[in-house]
């Protein structure tokens, strides 16, 4: 038996359905306070707030994940790579590279509603 947290509808919809909320509503969006963002499901860290920066795509975008935390795989689409928590396999968004955005040229595009933020 796993140890998840509860999700809502809305959260299930993006972390096990694999979904995607809207641009520009996320908690986290232009959020900066420093700290360790989480897994919502399984409570994994996998973003730390030095690594988040704004992006302007409308979702929290980070250039750095916490080594071993996030999976890159294939869409479904075929066209971009999903990014997922490795502990539990919940959706987080997708990865982009090549954008010229910050000096290590990744972005990390990841819906807020996956995340839970714990404060330094």
């Known amino acids: 038996m796993t140890d998840w947290n509860e999700l809502s509808d809305a959260e299930k919809r ?18 900066f306070e420093q700290g360790t963002y989480h897994c919502k ?7 730390i707030s030095r690594d988040k920066f704004n992006s302007g795509c409308g979702w929290p975008s980070f250039d750095d994940e916490i080594e071993g935390s996030v999976k890159r795989m294939p869409d479904a689409d075929g066209r971009r790579i999903e990014i997922i928590c490795t502990s539990c396999d919940g959706h987080l968004g997708h990865v982009f590279e090549g954008e010229q955005l910050t000096s290590k040229n990744v972005r990390h595009c990841v819906n807020s509603i996956s995340l839970k933020f714990v404060k330094d």
């Open 41 to 47: 499901r399984c409570n994994a860290a996998l973003y």
């Open 14 to 31: 993006v972390i096990e359905q694999k979904s995607t909320e809207k641009p520009f509503v996320g908690t986290y969006t232009d959020y």
